[in-house]
């Protein structure tokens, strides 16, 4: 395709409506039909990127190839259209503004007042076509957060709107909104619906698709309602039905003509239909497994679904190649001990140990894997979670009391775990991890090399803290294997005990690399460990 073309999503009514997987499925629609498609998110908040947020604010810090620290929606964008991210698909308002200042202190601006319009909103639209013009997407689809109305948003309302101008054919607005369901006069409300489309309208934008979140399936009658209120087409309003699960909804969306309608807004020709097929059969496969698998997920933020979404969402691919139902039990670390261990474990068929930082929780951690050590419970233990099996390690069998890391106990006499040279000394927290993908050797006959099926991989990194090679040798004389390595720097990436059944630990995260068509070797091999385990 000759020009680029960009398709934005906004949001109304309500927060947490899916933007982000409508966005991931229109993307996965235009994909099917051949298209090279992208997608990209601004957030309105002014850090620089959420990597300094606490998971309360903002769920899960996901991490991209390049070392950006991510929206979690991008995670559901690479699991969705199996292609990587970088930190150009992620722009928050305090990256527009600092790209601003910058350019305003080196005296790019020429002596002008520098403003919201033009220069903010330029920056905006600098970023959305970066994708396209650069790296020659076909689509670039902008996923504009927060909700129509909100003050941070602005800026980016008024971008699209401009950019509207400017593209023309080459644009589309796709609007998503929530339609209410009564119960006491069994009704759905378009109010509030009308209320947001005409609040997109005072800021300028038409919206050329409407995206209804809904309970219950919309009448032809309400679709038409909303279609003459809203200046839209009758078949350009979508509804999007709650589902058992998110994959469905390019389904959906395609059943619905989606795809077709937004094609036909922008001018493009439309060829046959097309098929989903392999992510039909995934969906297939997860729809007909019945044998359950039972994984523990220990962790400080139960109460918190979005804390851990990449694992959940491994995990839940794992199970679903190796055709079975996933059941993830959530099991709080700051609940856990040694003597609650067994009631609360012994259900499980394998383990994970969940990534964090800090001390919170951290000793029923080590109770959880006192516990599958001795046990010989399948565990995958991930970055902390490593971290953890190692300090475990080292105090119940290497006998080094009150060995720890040095981001628990700076003074610890058994600093098995430490702060990398290159860490010392860094003051400022945001965006100074090791980030981003590293290589990795592996031993041959390691479990995560058959698992893998090779010795060189890349996985991707979010933490400060390192296994300390000075305490090598003990680990390995006495059953801990180091069996993964970064082959520049000797760090050690992954640890395993070869005489127990499935007992692995990474230091980076596998989870930021597993798709719902290439799902992380690693997962699908802990998680058959497990079903053996049942067995
Ligand atoms: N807190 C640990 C570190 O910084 C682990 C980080 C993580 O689990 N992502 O090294």
Not at 28 to 54: E, M, S
Not at 144 to 154: A, F, K, R, Y
Not at 203 to 231: M, Y
Request: with cysteine; charged share 25%.
């Amino acid at each position: 395709m000759s020009d680029t073309k960009y398709i934005f999503v906004t949001g109304g009514v309500a927060s947490s409506l899916g933007k982000g997987i409508i966005s991931a499925s229109m993307a996965k629609l235009l994909q099917a039909r051949g298209y090279k498609v992208t997608i990209q998110k601004f957030d309105p908040y002014i850090n620089i990127d959420p990597g300094t947020l606490n998971p309360y604010e903002h769920g899960e810090c996901y991490v991209t190839v390049d070392g950006h620290e991510a929206d979690l929606d991008l995670g559901h964008y690479e699991r969705f259209i199996n292609e990587q991210t970088t930190r150009a698909n992620n722009i928050t308002t305090g990256r527009i503004y600092q790209s601003v200042i910058d350019k305003e202190r080196r005296g790019d601006f020429l002596g002008k007042t520098v403003q919201v319009v033009p220069h903010i909103t330029d920056e905006i639209k600098r970023n959305v076509k970066l994708l396209g013009t650069k790296h020659k997407y076909d689509f670039v689809i902008t996923e504009i957060g927060g909700t129509v109305g909100d003050i941070e948003s602005l800026p980016y309302i008024e971008s699209v709107r401009q950019l509207r101008w400017e593209l023309g054919k080459n644009c589309l607005c796709i609007h998503l909104t929530y339609v209410p369901y009564l119960a006491a006069t069994k009704e759905l409300k378009t109010k509030p619906t009308q209320h947001s489309v005409k609040q997109l309208q005072e800021l300028g934008i038409q919206p050329d698709i409407l995206v209804l979140r809904t309970e219950h399936e919309l009448s032809a009658e309400v679709r038409r309602k909303v279609a003459l209120f809203c200046n839209v087409e009758p078949n350009a309003v979508i509804q999007s039905i709650d589902v058992p699960s998110i994959y469905e909804v390019p389904v959906k969306m395609q059943e619905q003509g989606l795809d077709i309608v937004a094609l036909n807004k922008m001018g493009i020709p439309v060829t046959e239909e097309v098929s989903l097929g392999p992510w039909k059969n995934f969906l297939s496969r997860m729809q007909s497994a019945t044998e359950i698998v039972k994984i523990g997920l220990v962790g400080k933020y139960v109460e918190l679904p979005d804390a851990y979404k990449s694992i959940n969402e491994s995990l839940l691919q794992a199970a679903t190649y190796n055709d079975h139902k996933l059941k993830l039990v959530f099991i709080h670390s700051e609940k856990l001990n040694d003597a609650n261990a067994k009631e609360l474990l012994s259900e499980m068929d394998g383990l994970l140990i969940a990534p964090g930082f800090g001390q919170r929780g951290l000793e029923g951690k080590f109770s959880a894997l006192k516990y599958a050590r001795e046990n010989d419970v399948p565990t995958l233990g991930v970055c902390l979670g490593m971290q953890c099996m190692v300090i475990e390690y080292a105090r119940n069998v290497l006998g080094l009391e009150n060995a720890n890391s040095t981001e628990m106990d700076i003074k610890t006499p058994y600093n098995v775990i430490d702060l990398m040279e290159e860490q010392k000394g860094i003051i400022n927290l945001g965006g100074t991890m090791r980030l981003g993908a590293y290589e990795c050797e592996l031993e041959k006959d390691s479990t995560p090399a058959k698992a893998y099926g090779t010795t060189h991989i890349q996985e991707r990194h979010r933490h400060r803290f390192e296994f300390n090679n000075k305490f090598k040798p003990d680990f390995e004389k006495s059953g801990m294997q180091c069996v993964g390595h970064n082959p520049d720097t000797g760090l050690v990436e992954v640890v395993e005990i070869p005489t127990l059944k499935w007992y692995v630990g990474v230091q980076y995260h596998p989870e930021y690399n597993s798709t719902v068509l290439k799902p992380n070797p690693l997962f699908v091999a802990f998680v058959k460990a497990a079903i053996d385990n049942k067995k």
